[in-house]
């Protein structure tokens, strides 16, 4: 039986199958629709042995997560893609809906795309997904409306593709987190090596699940290593990273992602696509504007305003100190997520570069798969820490209460911040 999207609809209609019904409910948004007896309706003929796996499926967002989710996956053929509806239902409910997909060809490949974006969904719910009729059921699980109970994401940047880089993959999984966000050099294909950055999502999807299966959805930043000549040049130099998460970063290299009122993330571009001074940081001036009383304020960018590797002097690191920090006091940031240094690090409270408790922790350096060497408090007197280490940050808001846990790609616990909003003086 052929169920591309109009002969779905049309034997519906003629047959008046359940299944069909299932599929106008989707489409024409009928919801609460019932069979004649007021069963659930029939699920498709999903196959009893799953010979399909969509390659490299992957969850993000590109609107608020806690109603919507955006899934991904790659195929070899067009035709073959988009003749396997996206069938989703919730979990608990006997009724599969459908939602249309889009495909275009994967850059400097033989391979398709095909991106769907779920709207509508119900808070804090596992959904439950099919792409075609022979593939295996994966699952996935919005964001709750409200954070009355402990929510928990991850973050850090600088992933690659090495042993290092797998070990870190599955310490993030065993957390369970709701997502991951990763401020930059995610594969290191430098906008260039397809089969690295393929090698990456592959990575990803193979190692980032929860303890129930769920996708773990990826928030992406963009970093050098994602653009071809790293610096100053047009998205286009950065074909993959856009080609994932053009949903979301639809015309610039930074974007937000709000999720209801109680936490947003705002991703910037540290000058790879986007420059930092002019537009960016007018953007950012209103974009924190807004979200002044957000109970949780998170800025994430690659390349960091307070380093523990390279030098602190650079132009990019001054312009960024000059540009954005001011703002990000003003404005009440809790915490900023930095990368692109390769090792652990923890700044003091920082306001107007001095150590000051009404100040900023900037949380870093960017190292998911690859590490340096760091300098030290002593070197760097804005640092309260730095090690050696590759690491991720979990980050467990508990109400008021925010935990920052610093783990090594071994699960050792590197550091431990605790934050609170800070009341405006
Ligand atoms: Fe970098
Ligand atoms: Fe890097």
Not at 35 to 48: C, E, K, N, S, V
Not at 51 to 72: G, K, S, V
Not at 124 to 140: F, K, N, V
Not at 350 to 372: A, C, F, K, V
């Amino acid at each position: 039986m052929n169920l591309d999207r109009r002969h779905f609809l049309h034997s519906s209609l003629v047959l008046g199958s359940s299944a069909g019904l299932a599929g106008l409910t989707a489409l024409g948004g009928l919801s609460g629709l019932v069979g004649p007896t007021g069963q659930a309706l029939a699920a498709p003929m999903f196959a009893d042995n799953p010979t399909f796996q969509p390659r490299a499926l992957m969850a993000t967002w590109q609107r608020d997560p806690t109603t919507t989710m955006t899934l991904q996956w790659l195929g070899t053929s067009k035709e073959d893609g988009l003749s396997r509806n996206l069938w989703y239902r919730r979990s608990g409910d006997d009724a599969w809906l459908e939602v249309p997909h889009t495909a275009r060809p994967f850059p400097q490949t033989e391979l398709w795309q095909f991106r769907a974006e779920l709207t509508g969904l119900a808070p804090d719910t596992t959904y439950r997904i099919r792409i075609g009729l022979d593939s295996p059921q994966a699952s996935i699980r919005t964001m709750p409306a409200k954070a009355t109970s402990e929510i928990t994401f991850i973050s850090g940047g600088d992933s690659g593709t090495g042993s290092a880089s797998r070990r870190t993959n599955k310490l993030a999984a065993l957390q369970s987190p709701r997502f991951v966000l990763l401020g930059g050099d995610l594969a290191y294909e430098n906008g260039k090596s397809a089969d690295t950055f393929l090698k990456f999502l592959d990575h990803y999807a193979a190692d980032l699940r929860d303890d129930k299966g769920h996708l773990i959805p990826l928030v992406a930043c963009l970093g050098n290593h994602e653009v071809d000549g790293a610096y100053d040049k047009p998205r286009e130099k950065a074909p993959f990273f856009y080609a994932m998460f053009d949903g979301l970063y639809t015309d610039t290299g930074y974007a937000t992602l709000d999720f209801g009122d109680y936490l947003s993330l705002v991703l910037l571009d540290s000058g790879h696509t986007s420059k930092v001074v002019g537009d960016q940081t007018d953007w950012l001036l209103r974009t924190l504007k807004e979200r002044e009383e957000r109970p949780n304020l998170f800025v994430a960018n690659h390349v960091p305003m307070y380093p523990c590797v390279r030098s602190a002097n650079g132009s990019l690191n001054e312009a960024m100190r000059e540009h954005w920090s001011p703002l990000l006091e003003r404005y009440n940031v809790d915490a900023v997520l930095e990368h692109h240094d390769h090792a652990f690090k923890r700044t003091h409270r920082l306001l107007d570069g001095l150590i000051d408790e009404r100040g900023i922790p900037y949380l870093g350096d960017g190292s998911w798969g690859q590490i340096r060497n760091p300098e030290g408090p002593d070197k760097r007197p804005f640092l309260a820490k730095s090690t050696q280490s590759y690491h991720l940050s979990l980050h467990r808001i508990e109400g008021p209460d925010r935990y920052h846990l610093a783990l090594s790609d071994l699960g050792k616990v590197v550091d431990i911040l605790h934050t609170r909003k800070l009341a405006r003086t």
